[in-house]
């Protein structure tokens, strides 16, 4: 029994009272950076990595290695393949006896771009060997052509050809980034012909952006 005179001691926390409150605590200060990862984690993009380029299908591919970070998307068309490389967007297509291997590439810059270059006037195909480049003039786009003369080759046969037995369209556009898409073409380029692109290859490039 407490004396009259003498206070009674002060209850003391129990041990499990105090580990609950430093346990709300330390749950108050960490839970918003916890969550901040969260949205970020699941708001990120699809991871990119350096991947070679396999224009064409899947009977006929030519493979362009570059530095440029290229990441594989769906086309509408089955028979494209389409790539987001950095800021340039790539597509490739592969045409059985074409009629009219300039206006086949053509159709395929149009189809990527919706851009109209069905007249020779509005820009002209400049031609090396069996390989064909084709850049209007301010348009921000850049196609190439390689023809060859026999289906099914397993060699891609480097020889000027008028009548290719088929063709492989390759078209770069919608870029933020003209240097990027230089360096892409000039590479795109040395894979179509077996040569890096010379001072009138680099001319027709550069004046889709001039």
């Not at 224009?55 to 290695?65: A, H, I, K, R």
């Not at 998307?73 to 009219?100: F, L």
């Not at 919706?114 to 850049?142: C, D, F, K, T, W």
């Not at 369209?169 to 919608?174: G, H, R, T």
């Amino acid at each position: 029994m407490i004396p009259k005179n003498q206070c009674a001691p002060a209850a003391r926390p129990q041990p499990r009272a105090i580990q609950l409150a430093l346990l709300a605590l330390f749950t108050a200060a960490v839970l918003p950076f916890v969550l901040a990862a969260v949205v970020r984690v699941a708001g990120a993009s699809p991871a990119r990595h350096p991947v070679p380029l396999d224009l064409g299908n899947d009977e006929w591919t030519v493979s362009v290695p570059t530095s440029v970070s290229c990441l594989s998307k769906d086309s509408s068309q089955p028979d494209v393949r389409t790539w987001e490389c950095g800021s340039t967007n790539v597509t490739s297509s592969v045409a059985e006896n074409p009629e009219n291997s300039d206006r086949t590439l053509r159709r395929a810059l149009r189809a990527a771009t919706n851009r109209n270059v069905s007249e020779p006037s509005v820009s002209e195909v400049y031609s090396s060997g069996n390989v064909s480049l084709l850049a209007p003039s301010q348009s921000g786009a850049v196609a190439m052509q390689l023809k060859v003369e026999a289906s099914g080759e397993s060699e891609v046969n480097r020889s000027e050809t008028e009548n290719p037995a088929k063709v492989l369209n390759v078209v770069l556009y919608k870029t933020g980034n003209p240097e990027e898409m230089k360096t892409l073409a000039g590479a795109i380029w040395q894979a179509l012909s077996g040569a890096a692109p010379d001072e009138s290859v680099n001319d027709v490039i550069n004046q889709a952006f001039s």
